[in-house]
Nanobody, 125 residues
Framework: VQLQASGGGLVQAGRSLTLSCVVS????????MGWFRQAPGKEREFVAA????????EYLDSVKGRFTISRDNAKNMVFLQMNSLKPEDTAVYYC???????????????????WGQGTQVTVSS
């Protein structure tokens, strides 16, 4: 199973970016997925999660109302729309997928089995 994240870049504060993650090697139809991030000198933290159907989502408090996670099971992809970006959003962003079915969302990185390589998001002030 491989995850390939893309869409990162350098943007000014207040602008938007959309991250994409495509999964190969297995279908994600019944698997929860998530986005995490890691800033320099900090631990990896949860950003957003989505359940298998897309009907349930969960967010880090500091990104609620600004970020939106979504998925396209037909394309084996998950997305993270990031609006009103702030300098504190600067980090490497990782997508992840659980290997086993779970009906809800999951914000614990230890529960995810497969990870993408990360894409850098840098927000300038």
């Amino acid at each position: 199973v491989q995850l390939q994240a893309s869409g990162g870049g350098l943007v000014q504060a207040g602008r938007s970016l959309t991250l994409s993650c495509v999964v190969s090697g297995r279908t994600i139809n019944n698997l929860p997925m998530g986005w995490f991030r890691q800033a320099p000198g900090k631990e990896r933290e949860f950003v957003a999660a989505i359940n298998w159907s897309g009907g349930s989502t969960e967010y880090l408090d500091s990104v609620k109302g600004r970020f939106t996670i979504s998925r396209d099971n037909a394309k084996n992809m998950v997305f993270l729309q990031m609006n009103s970006l702030k300098p504190e959003d600067t980090a490497v962003y990782y997508c992840a997928v659980r290997a086993t079915f779970y009906g809800g969302t999951d914000r614990l990185p230890g529960n995810y089995d497969y990870w993408g390589q990360g894409t850098q998001v840098t927000v300038s002030s």
